[in-house]
Nanobody, 132 residues
Framework: QVQLVESGGGLVQAGGSLRLSCVAS??????????IGWFRQVPGKRREGVSCIDRRDNSTDYADSVKGRFIISRDSAQNTVYLQMNDLKPEDTAVYYCAAVPVFSTAQVMCTAEGYGAMDYWGKGTLVNVSS
């Protein structure tokens, strides 16, 4: 069974850093051939696109709230996508999900509500809790 698995979440103080990982398990899901998005959700709120990377030239996009603090990257050899999160703030507290789509879309579109609605594969999420 193909699935995405997130890891790296946890409790951190404001100003700290975490690195989230998204790994594909199971046959047939080679992440370099997929657009990947990181999304986050707080209970009672809409899911928000945090950062996305496209499958063509690894162009990236970030939500305004995380620009300059978060970095999305791929390690094709490890079939993994990372989200490096620096200078974390209490408002970054959420469950973070990674998602994958095989059809090309720009990173900007993938990170919108339209984009996440088109994602084919989702992980179960990892909790990031930032204390003040």
């Amino acid at each position: 069974q193909v699935q995405l698995v997130e890891s790296g979440g946890g409790l951190v103080q404001a100003g700290g850093s975490l690195r989230l990982s998204c790994v594909a398990s199971g046959a047939g899901l080679t992440l370099p051939y997929y657009g990947i998005g990181w999304f986050r959700q707080v209970p009672g709120k809409r899911r928000e696109g945090v950062s996305c990377i496209d499958r063509r030239d690894n162009s990236t996009d970030y939500a305004d709230s995380v620009k300059g603090r978060f970095i999305i990257s791929r390690d094709s050899a490890q079939n993994t996508v990372y989200l490096q999160m620096n200078d974390l703030k209490p408002e970054d507290t959420a469950v973070y999900y990674c998602a994958a789509v095989p059809v090309f879309s720009t990173a900007q579109v993938m990170c919108t509500a339209e984009g996440y609605g088109a994602m084919d594969y989702w992980g179960k999420g990892t909790l990031v809790n930032v204390s003040s």
